[in-house]
């Protein structure tokens, strides 16, 4: 009987207190939290029984979360990466979608952390939510608008991590933050050019046939960037004259090098040349995955990298697109078959050479390969500092799930200029210029994210 009398001591003292002031009760304001309450001015004893349910009749407090595990914004990475490839986005749409997403999961996770500065987005976010379900929110409700054919399968992920989640406040918390983020990001990049129809004009004569197949992105260039001023802001020079020894340079070495029967390129060219055939965000998440996973990374670390490098990625698609339909600089497979043509002694006509790799849809100069190589390159290296680099690895979908490892950067760069000479579909130049100006779009985004952010 103790126990319940106790009760209803303490329920009736609550209905007291709560329906009389703090002077009409002569409440000591200063008296010990575990002291017995006066009303008019007498002493109420309370038990110890209704002291414990008056700590429970408190207001529900969030408990302090652990520290989120940063692997999981690998494992929702590698989540998006696969739903975008089997949703049947172009490279281009990916890398895109890819930026929107790890920056809504950036900004929810910010919001909630709190280590960097808070962006312009207006995100509330209660004490205590859970970091772990705004990723998922914020992947879930990104990929739902950019992949809506693959709802299936961005429910399928989505169940599974909030199962690994507790049902608690935290949780629903995260949730509503990851939204959020999510909307207000999709939001900003909703009219951001990516929905311009493509008007390309093939160059031809009246009657005069041409190759029918559309050429990719050529309405890329009139995107809204991210990071850049404007899609011109890194255009390159021209590329080498047709008169040139720089020309005939490039002409001899890719002739030789990228013909599908080539005897000069070595086994191992030829795998290098097949590895980076592959042109979706994988074969370059992989890379930027090696740097995340390693220990002693924070969550929001790891979302602010992945924010930083798929927006220049984005951006670099940009910039490369309007350089290359600026300049509209032949392939290899048309140059060679016409090298009595452009005027250089130096630079012999095949007329049944065939490139080893499928030559993609749009002009050559500049790589568009090789800019996302150096932007890649270009922000990793600003992330792992005066630290050692870890060992680089990747896989590739075009050679058969092959790994590649990398000891430096710079291998990693090298390799992927080399790549599309095996190939036969770049020249030299073109590789350079690629990778140079990546190297620029990259420093943006480390002077925004990983420098302003420190």
Request: charged share 20%; with cysteine.
């Amino acid at each position: 009987m103790r126990r319940y009398s106790s009760i209803f001591i303490w329920v009736l003292a609550g209905i007291l207190v709560s329906t009389t002031s703090d002077a009409q009760l002569g409440l000591n304001q200063g008296a010990h939290a575990t002291d017995n309450p006066k009303i008019g001015g007498l002493n109420f004893p309370v038990s110890d029984d209704a002291q414990t349910i008056q700590a429970n009749l408190a207001p529900p407090q969030m408990a302090r979360a652990p520290e989120p595990n940063p692997g999981v914004v690998l494992d929702w990475n590698t989540s998006a990466d696969e739903i975008l490839v089997e949703g049947g986005l172009g490279p281009a749409s990916a890398y895109r979608a890819m930026a929107i997403v790890q920056t809504a999961v950036y900004e929810a996770v910010n919001a909630i952390t709190r280590h960097y500065p808070a962006s312009e987005l207006q995100l509330e976010v209660a004490p205590g939510a859970s970091v772990e379900a705004a990723i998922a929110a914020a992947n879930h409700t990104t990929l739902l608008e950019l992949v809506p054919a693959e709802e299936a399968a961005i429910a399928i992920a989505y169940q599974e991590a909030l199962a690994d989640i507790e049902d608690s406040a935290a949780k629903t918390a995260g949730i509503t933050v990851g939204q959020e983020a999510a909307i207000q990001v999709l939001d900003k990049r909703i009219d951001d050019g990516a929905a311009t129809p493509e008007t390309y004009r093939p160059h031809t004569t009246p009657g005069v046939y041409v190759p029918t197949a559309a050429p990719a992105g050529p309405q890329w260039p009139q995107r809204q960037p991210w990071l850049m001023d404007s899609p011109t802001q890194f255009r390159p020079e021209a590329p080498p004259d047709l008169a040139s020894e720089a020309w005939a340079r490039d002409y001899n070495e890719v002739k030789a090098l990228g013909s599908a029967d080539s005897r000069r390129r070595s086994p191992e060219q030829s795998e290098i040349a097949r590895f980076w055939e592959a042109t979706h965000p994988p074969i370059y998440h992989g890379l930027i995955q090696s740097v995340a996973s390693q220990p002693g990374r924070q969550v929001t670390q790891n979302a602010r990298l992945f924010a930083a490098v798929t927006q220049a990625m984005d951006d670099a698609l940009i910039a490369v697109m309007e350089a290359k339909y600026y300049y509209h600089f032949w392939r290899p497979v048309t140059a060679i078959r016409n090298g009595d043509q452009d005027g250089n002694q130096a630079t012999e006509r095949d007329p049944t050479w065939t490139p080893y790799i499928e030559p993609p849809m749009h002009p050559e100069y500049p790589c568009a390969h090789c800019i996302l190589a150096g932007v890649v390159s270009t922000v990793l290296q600003a992330e792992i500092g005066t630290d050692p680099t870890p060992l680089l690895t990747t896989t590739s979908p075009t050679a058969e799930g092959a790994e590649r490892r990398f000891a430096t950067l710079d291998d990693f760069v090298e390799e992927v200029e080399q790549a599309r000479i095996y190939g036969g579909v770049h020249y030299r130049t073109a590789n350079e210029v690629g990778t140079a100006m990546g190297q620029q779009v990259g420093e943006l985004a480390v002077a925004k994210y990983l420098h302003s952010l420190e």
